[in-house]
């Protein structure tokens, strides 16, 4: 049984089974990026999902640590994990400032502080997210220029034989055709995923980018209101506490 396929490859030429060969390794790269994308990207749902319902149920912030490592593989917990240690150092600096005298200048600084320690996490937990896929969007872009090298080297090739046997029957021509054929037709096999999947990770991406920094905001909000609460109801055992 003849695969055609294969037969353009055997009648093609150096040039173009080399050009297949370096599409062909592509190709490999491209399905090893997307199988382990879309295995990450599923986990990383899974798990924020799973800790934003478990968050739900938590009477305090600062019982974000108390819950266990698993729990906390996350982005999303490890965003709430840094939102509860902020929780307890402004706690801390709280009740170790004694002499402060200006309390509502105070906390508004540790707030700004927390703030900016949030978002410092927050960027370096969406960082890997987009790793693999630049160099898809490298393929996609690279593919079909290969493809095309080998399209027109074989359609070169063809019209060389032509001239160099002074005939243009079909074995004369086969190998530039092939050549051409087959390098054209990989070139898109290879692209077209990529591109897809490119685009599909970017948009998933920005998806759960934008679930996270909602998030934050909620840890954010979250923050300053127990804190605000806690320290208010420590007011009368401290009267040089103003909220």
Avoid: C
């Avoid at 879309?38 to 819950?67: C, H, M, P, W």
């Avoid at 266990?68 to 801390?92: C, D, F, H, V």
């Avoid at 872009?141 to 399209?151: D, N, V």
């Avoid at 990529?194 to 996270?212: D, P, S």
């Amino acid at each position: 049984m003849s695969i055609p396929v294969l037969e353009m490859i055997i009648r093609s030429g150096w040039v173009g089974r080399f050009i297949v060969f370096l599409l062909m390794l592509s190709s490999f790269a491209t399905w090893g990026i997307i199988f382990n994308r879309l295995y990450i990207l599923a986990q990383i749902n899974g798990g924020n999902k799973r800790f934003k319902k478990k968050f739900t149920g938590l009477s305090r912030l600062s019982d974000v640590e108390k819950l266990t490592p698993k729990e906390l593989q996350s982005p999303m917990a490890q965003l709430g994990k840094i939102s509860a240690g902020e929780y307890r150092r402004i706690l801390e600096d709280a009740q170790s400032h004694t002499g402060v005298k200006d309390w509502s200048f105070f906390l508004q600084n540790q707030f700004t502080m927390a703030a900016d320690n949030l978002e410092s996490g927050f960027l370096a937990l969406i960082n890997p997210f987009g790793q693999g896929v630049f160099l898809l969007a490298m393929i996609s872009s690279i593919a079909p220029f290969l493809g095309l090298l080998g399209t027109v080297w074989g359609i070169m090739n063809s019209f060389y034989e032509i001239g160099n046997q002074g005939s243009a029957s079909l074995p004369v021509v086969a190998p530039g055709i092939a050549e051409a054929l087959i390098t054209t037709i990989v070139g898109l096999a290879v692209a077209i995923p990529a591109l897809f999947f490119y685009n599909y990770f970017n948009n998933r991406t920005e998806q759960i980018e934008t679930e996270m920094e909602e998030f934050k905001d909620v840890l954010q909000v979250r923050l300053k209101r127990e804190l605000f609460n806690l320290l208010y109801t420590e007011r009368s055992a401290r009267p040089g506490l103003k909220t």
